[in-house]
């Protein structure tokens, strides 16, 4: 379908820019919304605007706001139903828009993997239309595999080399600034996604940052004891705060932004004045480093919280503590304070939030929500019922509640997000997308989006207006770490995380069943060329063999003393060959299903097997960064291939026998020709650890799958990057069907992904490959 846009393209210059963009709002405003509709549900007019030059990505999405539910009241061609349909577009486009930004071919893709939930007729149509694109090679996802738009995610800003500690937005919900291990701040544009601008001057770990009300001023705190603050307008450091002894892990400002008070290790808080940029007076008192400080709206108290396990109420004008808040019985990470002033929200590693009323200084009642450690709170009011919060399975690290107090928003190390109601006690729902602990979140004034910092290095931009209907994701409920493809390319398997194998069928893409028996996650998978069988290796030690016929346990194997983490077996399934934790390999005869030798000589686990075709020869790949060839008639090595610089994780053989392909945590793929024993070249394009990969049964292409969350497509011949996909998470393994152009794909999400390679026959009658 890339004639349109070459037909387009053809046009006179005004033409385009009249087709692509002022069309739409003359249609708006002379009454004309069935156009409008028709524009923005056509992927061909969509593509085309992504890829003009002229218009892109944000002007897109601009489009879908011409109209709004005021056209209902004026316009008898307002169709609700239709306008339904384009929110989800322009949610799918706004979530996709950092992915797009990067490489427009990819819009077919996103919107396939995001919209195909939806069964709306005019969703549905677009969707026919974007199937059939063929401009380019690409992966279409043959089921619904991203996360959907009203599942609460926008977009994700990345731009930090390391974890995310702070995050504060400004007043009017324009712009987030965030604060990161990597020493510096980033300002972000939250109706666009794009950084604005870096903010460089401290030397070490930024903790905290709070913004003055007017959004002019920024002030971060760091472990280089100093506060900055910083001109949000131009983007440069006004002054610098010298006096802490020791890290600055707390800061707020006062409502007029002529104040800043700060919380440090060194046990005492600072007040500064912004305006002559001298410190005022230190507030001594705690007995333990301060975590965390709050302002009332008036300016005349500050709270703070302690590793002494208490909060303090400090009055501002006379310089005193005037109470202590003692109740927690460990260290306080997080205090706020509602907008009224009169109560105060701690949250504690003694796993609880406790609720203060200031005018009295006594404990209100308790929160006992989480089983883990709170550790920051951001809030405004507080809904006074009490009740018990339960859904996270690891440490609470940020919580954050919406202006109107009706909503909480949590963050927790394991890796979520929840939304909860405060006026019945009971969670909303789930945000997941980030790849590690979630350390920091802020909410918008008017309470409609949330954004999250981690561990992962970037910030999540949440809808919370959304997010409220929930899909059926394919795949399991930990990562997917194992995937392969029968013989007959009718079947997949995955192994996951949760313990479990699911069975697939490649026609349908539907689970077939579930096989359950390893008592720990699965980390390998293989399948035997009849298809009947498969094993699993698990951190447990043992790999299991699977009748599939039955869908029963056969026997399990044991003599590996760590983990197992690759296994294969050989053309005719009568061996199997297993690498381990243990730094062997160990060939099975699965007939009499005992150990025939084990294979020694890696220095470091063994990552990765694959066996020849002729099933006279395995390879394996170790963290002792080589790869090495063994004779499976004689049980010894033939010889070893060095050229990665770390571990080795995946390694894949042609039909041929003639090469190998390897991937390793040095971001590259190396070839390898088994006759010469050299190494041909090397792959590069991944931007982190290439942890799978897989080869076309001709031997002409190869499947990567990296922690980038990308898989590629390469051409063995030109050696290029012919095709990509960007999955929701860490690849973590892929595997190819017989006919060449389906995928499977695992990530540690818990999703799998079924791909098919779209556009690869016009891509060769070009000549190109």
């Not at 707020?252 to 007076?281: C, H, M, N, P, Y």
């Not at 041929?656 to 040095?666: E, F, N, V, W």
Request: proline share 2%; glycine share 8%.
């Amino acid at each position: 379908m890339g004639d349109f846009a070459d037909k387009l393209a053809a046009k006179p210059l005004f033409y385009q820019r009249a087709y692509l963009g002022s069309l739409l709002p003359n249609y708006v405003k002379s009454g004309n919304l069935e156009k409008f509709y028709q524009r923005l549900t056509d992927f061909n007019f969509l593509m085309a605007k992504i890829q003009h030059p002229d218009f892109g990505v944000q002007a897109l999405i601009d489009d879908f706001n011409l109209v709004d539910a005021s056209e209902a009241v004026t316009n008898p061609e307002y169709n609700p139903e239709k306008v339904k349909a384009l929110n989800l577009i322009q949610a799918a486009l706004w979530m996709s828009a950092d992915i797009l930004d990067r490489d427009r071919t990819k819009l077919a893709e996103q919107l396939l993997g995001r919209l195909l939930y939806f069964e709306m007729p005019q969703i549905q149509a677009m969707l026919e239309v974007a199937k059939q694109w063929k401009a380019a090679p690409w992966l279409r996802p043959l089921t619904p595999c991203l996360t959907p738009p009203r599942r609460g995610l926008l977009r994700t800003l990345e731009g930090h080399s390391n974890s995310v500690n702070a995050v504060a937005v400004t007043a009017d919900g324009k712009r987030a600034i965030s604060g990161s291990v990597d020493n510096t701040l980033k300002v972000w544009n939250l109706t666009t996604g794009k950084e604005l601008f870096t903010l460089k001057g401290h030397s070490k770990s930024v903790n905290a940052v709070a913004v003055t009300p007017d959004g002019k001023r920024a002030i971060s705190g760091s472990s280089d004891n100093t506060l900055k603050v910083w001109d949000l307008i131009t983007g440069k450091e006004q002054f610098t705060l010298n006096g802490h002894s020791d890290w600055v892990n707390a800061v707020a400002v006062t409502a007029d932004g002529k104040r800043a008070i700060s919380g440090s290790f060194d046990k005492t808080l600072k007040v500064w004045d912004l305006t002559t940029r001298k410190e005022e007076f230190t507030l001594k008192g705690h007995s333990d480093s301060v975590y965390a400080v709050a302002v009332t709206a008036d300016g005349k108290r500050a709270i703070s919280g302690s590793d002494d396990n208490t909060l303090k109420v400090w009055d501002l004008t006379t310089r005193k503590e005037l109470f202590t808040l003692k109740g927690h019985s460990n260290s306080v990470y997080a205090v706020a304070v509602t907008t009224d002033g009169k109560r105060a929200i701690s949250g504690s590693s003694d796993n609880t939030l406790k609720v203060w009323d200031l005018t009295t200084g006594k404990e209100q009642f308790t929160l006992k929500v989480h089983s883990n450690s709170v550790n920051k709170v951001h809030s405004n009011s507080l809904h006074k019922e009490l009740f018990t919060l339960k859904v996270h399975s690891n440490s609470v690290n940020a919580v954050a509640i919406t202006a109107d107090g009706k909503r909480a928003i949590s963050g927790s190390s394991d890796n979520t997000l929840t939304v909860w109601d405060l006026t019945t006690g009971k969670e909303e729902f789930t945000l997941k997308g980030h790849r590690n602990s979630v350390n920091a979140v802020a909410v918008t004034a008017d309470g409609k989006r949330a954004i999250s910092g981690s561990w992962d290095n970037t910030l999540k931009v949440w809808d919370l207006t959304t997010g409220k209907e929930e899909f059926t994701l394919k795949g399991h409920s930990d990562s997917v770490y194992a995937v392969a493809v029968a013989a007959d390319g009718k079947r997949a398997i995955s192994g996951s995380w949760d313990q479990t194998l699911k069975v697939w069928n490649l026609t349908s893409r539907k689970e077939e069943f579930t096989l359950k028996g390893d008592s720990n996650s699965v980390y390998v998978v293989a399948v035997t060329a009849d298809g009947k069988r498969a094993i699993s290796g698990s951190w447990d030690q043992t790999l299991k063999v699977w009748d599939l016929t039955t869908q029963k346990e056969q026997f399990t194997l044991k003599g590996h003393s760590k983990s197992v983490n690759t296994v294969a077996i050989t053309a005719d399934g009568k061996r199997a060959i297993s690498g381990s934790d243990d730094n062997t390999l160990k060939v099975w005869n699965l007939t009499t299903r005992k150990e025939l030798f084990t294979l020694k000589g890696h220095s470091k686990s063994v990552n990765a097997v694959a066996v020849t075709a002729d099933s006279k020869r395995a390879l394996s790949g170790s963290s002792d960064n080589t790869l090495k060839v063994w004779d499976l008639i004689t049980g010894k090595e033939q010889f070893t291939l060095k050229g990665h610089r770390y571990s080795v994780y995946a390694v894949a053989v042609t039909a041929d026998g003639k090469r190998a392909i390897s991937s390793s945590s040095d971001n590259t793929l190396k070839v390898w020709d088994l006759t010469t024993r050299k190494k041909q070249f090397t792959l590069t394009g991944h931007t982190s650890s290439v942890n799978a990969v897989a080869v076309t049964e001709d031997g002409k292409r190869a499947i990567s799958g990296s922690f980038d969350k990308t898989l590629k497509v390469w051409d063995l011949s030109s050696r290029n990057v012919i095709a990509s996909f960007t999955g929701e998470s860490a690849i973590a393994c892929c595997a190819i069907a017989p006919d060449g152009v389906t995928i499977v794909a695992g990530d540690k999400s818990g999703r799998v992904y079924f791909l098919r390679l779209e556009g690869i026959t016009e891509y060769l009658e070009k000549g190109i490959a």
